[in-house]
């Protein structure tokens, strides 16, 4: 099966708004200090992305929109190699259940996040077709 390339317009827009978001997450991540260690930033910065990209999901159809914001801007923001990095610091820092707690609180609440923006979005697109 032969593989094809996305088009250079798709590829501009993912570029863009990946651009936009690793930005904004470097300033979040460079102004927000750890608190007892624990990497709030970049947390907050997944949460933050899990629900926005599912109030996108819900209320947003076009393709070249959400390869803007969600697959380059929320793409960007949202970092799971910074997660994962932080989450083995702590554990080289001998902080086993900090760790966990900073798991569950990424993986979990990124997941509840993802579900209260879809239903932000789902609630969005019902009242603007009223």
């Not at 760790?99 to 789902?122: C, E, H, I």
């Amino acid at each position: 099966m032969a593989t094809t390339w996305p088009r250079p317009d798709a590829v501009a827009l993912v570029a863009a708004g990946g651009a936009v978001g690793t930005l904004v997450r470097y300033g979040v991540a460079a102004s927000v200090d750890p608190v007892d260690g624990l990497p709030v930033g970049i947390l907050g910065v997944n949460l933050l992305g899990a629900f926005l990209l599912g109030v996108l999901t819900a209320t947003v159809a076009s393709s070249r929109t959400r390869l803007l914001l969600g697959t380059g801007l929320m793409g960007g923001f949202t970092t799971y190699s910074a997660f994962a990095l932080d989450t083995q610091g702590l554990l080289a820092d001998g902080r086993p259940a900090d760790a966990l707690v900073y798991l569950l609180a990424t993986v979990a609440g990124g997941f509840a996040a993802s579900v209260g923006g879809l239903a932000v979005g789902r609630a969005l697109r019902v009242r603007g077709a009223r």
